[in-house]
């Protein structure tokens, strides 16, 4: 079991910036692809970004690339998603994922982090 901690939730007015940041065991991070979910009231969990275990590889859902970007630091075992120019549809509790090599889906999840965006 790999348990993911989440921080960075919050508030914030549309056009503003927030970042969220999820550490997992060190054993085991450098070698889990990492990930953010999203889900807004009364939708389905939606994906929003995801990184190679190396770092070198990175994907978005399309509708975010350009605004979201998401890193992370082997070192510090800590993944992070940077969050600008938020617009009130991004409200919604996100969610750090993780996945073992090989894996088809992801393992792991946290227990996540509300972010709201107000207009």
């Known amino acids: 079991q790999v348990q993911l901690v989440e921080s960075g939730g919050g508030s914030v007015e549309a056009g503003g910036s927030l970042r969220l940041s999820c550490s997992a065991p060190?054993?085991?991070?450098?070698?889990?692809?990492m990930g953010w979910f999203r889900q807004a009231p009364g939708r389905e969990r939606d994906f929003v970004a995801a990184?190679?275990?190396?770092?070198?590889?990175?994907r978005y859902a399309e509708s975010l690339q350009g605004r979201f970007t998401i890193s992370r630091n082997n070192a510090r075992n800590t993944v992070t998603l940077q969050m600008n120019k938020l617009k009130p549809e991004d409200t919604a509790v996100y969610y750090c994922?993780?996945?073992?090599?090989?894996?088809?889906?992801?393992?792991?999840w946290g227990q996540g982090t509300q972010v709201t965006v107000s207009s």
């Open positions: 990184i190679s275990p190396d770092a070198r590889n990175a």
């Open positions: 994922v993780a996945k073992r090599a090989g894996a088809q889906e992801y393992d792991f």
């Open positions: 060190a054993r085991t991070f450098g070698l889990l692809t």
